[in-house]
């Protein structure tokens, strides 16, 4: 694989430096004096080389550095699901510490497998937002600080943009234009994604994201955090059409979506049950719950395929991970002979291929983040326009 030469690299764009060959770990640094990259530098057309990613907006730290070509070299993920367990879901304090405690040797770990040095990076992406404010900030002044004193461009990238990018991760050439699914826990989005790669809102949800409402739907089950894989395992051993849970449609032609009604029918169902019936059945109260999740993103994501001409669908984001999802979706592609992009399992969940990934497209768009660049809570996408 090309690489470029970083060296070469950085003295097209900075000028000659005598630290080419080491840098030190950024952190024992702070405070001491750097030479900076002026505006114009910062500025300049950006070569392509390697790019390490970073992600810390919600509870997975992640690294990964992408290669010249875009090619994955290295792709790590610490997940704080322990640390989060016993709460039943994500607490912030407890995530940006724990951000902080790791993403060093988490970054390090990256570059390690990739097989490169910090000298041979020549970009930097990082996860902007939406996310938790404390855990964000953790990746963006560590992206800050790495960019500073490796006198590289950084640049802050929407979280849905990473999603969105994932489609591409495994098969760069999935054609264009096509229809993108993003579900995660927070949002459940339908994107028309043109030839130019803007991406037109074709419609979102009105309550909670399908993340959600396995998540909320696996608490009411009494099964384990994060709730999502745990309805998909416990779903295996259950019967899908047992139990008729309300799919919301919505009005004719819509593609909005809604879960919190269903969220509802469950909590009724289980307050009708006697606490026998909940354990025993507990299988295909998982399988039909989950059931009436899917078959409506399913449902809706054809529905915009066909009545946006294109053909070809990609679905992201964490939800994608689901084994019946991804079933159902390949399917019904095949019946229609449409191009699915389902990506593999890691670049499902959150990852920083796909931070990395979108902050390729932005480097090479030119754009650049200053050094005052913060987190934003509650960023959208960058790439998206709504109609
Ligand atoms: O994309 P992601 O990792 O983080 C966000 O951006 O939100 O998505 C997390 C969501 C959680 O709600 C989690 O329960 C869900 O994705 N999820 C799944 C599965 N794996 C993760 N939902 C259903 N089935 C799965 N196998
Ligand atoms: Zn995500």
């Known amino acids: 694989m090309a690489l470029v ?99 060093e040797d988490v970054s390090s770990e990256a570059l390690r497998q990739s097989g490169l040095t910090w000298a041979d990076l020549t970009g930097i992406a990082v996860t902007q937002g939406p996310g938790l404010a404390g855990a964000l900030l953790v990746g963006v002044n560590y992206a800050k600080a790495l960019a500073y004193i490796l006198k590289i461009p950084a640049v802050g990238v929407s979280h849905l943009d990473g999603h969105i990018a994932s489609a591409w991760l ?88 809604s879960f919190s009604g269903l969220k509802t029918a469950l909590l009724y169902t289980l307050q009708a049950m006697p606490e026998e019936s909940r354990v025993a059945r507990a299988a295909d109260l998982a399988a039909s719950y989950q059931e009436a999740i899917v078959a409506v993103l399913v449902e809706k994501s054809f529905a915009a395929v066909r009545s946006s001409g294109a053909r070809a669908l990609a679905v992201v984001g964490g939800v994608s991970a689901n084994s019946r999802l991804r079933a159902l979706l390949q399917q019904r592609a095949t019946r229609e002979s449409l191009d699915l992009s389902l990506p593999p399992i890691a670049y499902c969940t959150d990852n920083a291929a796909m931070i990395a990934a979108a902050g390729r497209q932005a480097l090479r768009a030119g754009l650049r983040a200053p050094l005052d660049m913060d987190a934003q809570p509650s960023l959208a996408s960058s790439f998206a326009h709504t109609i």
């Not at 950024?26 to 910062?42: C, N, R, S």
């Not at 992600?55 to 290295?74: F, H, P, R």
């Not at 790590?76 to 640390?83: D, E, K, L, R």
């Not at 039943?88 to 993403?103: D, M, T």
Request: one cysteine or more; hydrophobic letters at 40%.
């Open 5 to 103: 030469a970083p060296a070469a690299t950085r003295a097209v764009l900075f000028g000659p430096s005598q630290d080419d060959a080491f840098f030190p770990d950024p952190v024992h640094l702070i405070g001491k004096d750097f030479m900076v990259a002026t505006v114009e530098q910062l500025y300049a057309a950006w070569i392509p080389g390697p790019i390490l990613g970073i992600e810390t907006s919600c509870d997975e730290t992640a690294a990964s550095v992408l290669a010249t070509d875009g090619a994955v070299l290295s792709n790590i993920i610490t997940s704080q699901h322990a640390v989060h367990r016993r709460f039943g879901g994500v607490v912030p304090e407890l995530a940006s510490r724990a951000h902080i405690e790791s993403i």
């Open 170 to 257: 495994q098969d760069p050439e999935f054609p264009l234009p096509c229809v993108v699914l993003v579900v995660s826990g927070g949002h459940t989005h339908l994107y028309f994604k043109e030839s130019s790669g803007h991406c037109r809102l074709l419609g979102s949800t009105r309550d909670d994201a399908a993340g959600e409402a396995f998540d909320k739907g696996a608490q009411m089950l009494g099964l384990e955090y994060p709730g999502g894989p745990a309805i998909d395992r416990m779903a295996r051993q259950g019967n899908p059409a047992a139990i008729a849970f309300p799919r919301s449609y919505l009005k004719k032609g819509s593609l909005d979506f």
